[in-house]
């Protein structure tokens, strides 16, 4: 049995949540079970997370925090808390629009069963023949950029590693990759990768995290992250380095 939580970070999303799909995906997968982290929602998202905990109390777990503290120490939070749960294999997060389809979870897991040593796997936006990747060109093009400086920054040979599905084996030593704090309020992901790398060994990385192409990837639009936050990632991502490089 292999139990999967999902982490979900909401702020202000009450118009974007689809119960619907939800409810269809936690029917279909009753060992999937979703946490949502509401980060000091000041819209009805409350009100809606309470009513999907209601319509499925064993597999929606809700964690409230109560001012904004931003994606990155919301996911901290939400992965911090699985210590707190029974029996589960694998953990992970998603973003609350679901851009990344839930029916990717356990495409995306099922690495872990076909490859035991497999302890970190992230999604990839990559457009192949016959898988349904839906982007702005102007997002791709500038995702290209900011993933090819980052690649030569840290020596990370990584094509995406801003896609927001990342999960894990559940076991305390990478529990314990969200213990500290992030520098960045964005680029966190970039932070876990340094922390597992630094931890386990670049022979060790390199054998147990894989980077897989997802089947369906839909851009939902209206994007907290601004253009403004990419013009000044150089900033950001100088501070990162000046934290992990050893």
Not at 73 to 99: C, H, K, P, T, W
Request: charged fraction near 25%; hydrophobic fraction near 40%; include cysteine.
């Amino acid at each position: 049995m292999s139990k999967t939580i999902i982490i979900i970070p909401v702020y202000n999303e009450a118009l974007r949540l689809d119960k619907g799909v939800f409810y269809y995906h936690l029917e279909k997968n009753k060992l999937h079970h979703i946490l949502f982290v509401n980060d000091g929602s000041s819209d009805d998202s409350i009100t809606v997370l309470n009513q999907m905990k209601d319509k499925f109390p064993q597999q929606i777990h809700l964690l409230h925090l109560k001012q904004n503290q931003g994606k990155a120490e919301a996911i901290r939070q939400g992965s911090m808390s699985i210590q707190n749960f029974e029996e589960v294999s694998f953990f992970g997060y998603l973003d609350a629009d679901l851009a990344t389809p839930l029916s990717q979870v356990s495409y995306l897991c099922n690495e872990f069963h076909a490859k035991p040593a497999l302890q970190f796997i992230i999604g990839s936006r990559v457009q192949l023949f016959g898988y349904d990747i839906q982007r702005k060109r102007s997002r791709h093009y500038l995702g290209r950029i900011f993933a090819t400086y980052v690649s030569l920054l840290f020596k990370l040979n990584i094509y995406d590693t801003q896609c927001g599905a990342k999960f894990f084996r559940a076991n305390k030593s990478n529990i314990n990759l969200f213990e500290e704090k992030f520098v960045s309020r964005w680029f966190f992901d970039i932070e876990l990768f340094l922390r597992y790398r630094n931890k386990v060994g670049i022979t060790e990385f390199t054998n147990s995290f894989q980077e897989i192409p997802l089947k369906k990837w839909y851009e939902q639009g209206q994007s907290k992250l601004k253009w403004s936050d990419f013009i000044l990632s150089p900033i950001q991502l100088h501070k990162i380095k000046e934290k992990y490089q050893k």
